[in-house]
């Protein structure tokens, strides 16, 4: 069964009966498709036969989207971040998939989801996503917002997983 609702505006049927529209390509994205660069990074890094089956997740921090690659020329678009940035690089890589013959199957397993927005930037009055740093310990995270006097001291963890008396 062909998930595609209309093949000209690239309109798939996806989780929760949302609809994934992808935008038509720019001239600099078709030249990102026929480069054979982007050719390599399919076969090498998403269809890498070490991953095959385990969600690419890593893909998600710079792109909004997670794949999965199925075998060596299928994989299945499992989440994507409903903004212009996901969309388009979705967009590319199933133009790529297409080139190349090999299939990249969205259909309703696959999550469309709103940018997590958490906060707005002063500035410019835009929604900007808020995430903590990479190198904040846990333990600085939940300190950050309790009084002076409730400190990391009283809730630390030891090794094991156990309070400490």
Same mark, same amino acid.
């Given at each position: ?14 989780s929760?009966?949302?609809?994934? !529209?992808?935008?038509?390509? #720019?001239?600099?994205?078709?030249q ?18 070490? #991953? ?19 075998? $060596?020329? #299928? ?10 940035? $996901?969309?388009? %690089?979705?967009?590319?890589? %199933? ?14 397993? %696959? ?8 906060? !707005?930037?002063? %500035?410019?009055?835009? $929604? ?23 400190? #990391? !001291? ?10 400490v008396?």
């Amino acid at each position: 069964m062909d998930n595609k609702i209309d093949k000209k505006t690239r309109e798939y049927e996806v989780s929760g009966n949302q609809k994934l !529209t992808l935008p038509l390509l #720019s001239i600099n994205q078709m030249q990102i498709v026929v480069d054979e660069e982007s050719e390599l990074y399919v076969k090498e890094l998403i269809h890498d036969e070490q #991953s095959l089956g385990f969600p690419i997740i890593s893909m998600y921090q710079k792109y909004g989207l997670i794949l999965q690659a199925i075998d $060596a020329t #299928s994989a299945h678009v499992l989440l994507v971040i409903n903004d212009n940035s $996901a969309l388009g %690089t979705l967009a590319i890589l %199933t133009k790529i998939y297409d080139r190349m013959g090999y299939k990249l199957i969205i259909d309703k397993m %696959t999550v469309l989801r709103p940018p997590c927005v958490e906060d !707005t930037d002063e %500035t410019n009055g835009e $929604a900007v996503e808020q995430r903590p740093p990479q190198d904040t310990r846990e333990d600085e995270i939940i300190n950050k917002d309790m009084p002076q006097d409730i400190k #990391s !001291t009283q809730l630390k963890i030891d090794v094991v997983g156990m309070e400490v008396a």
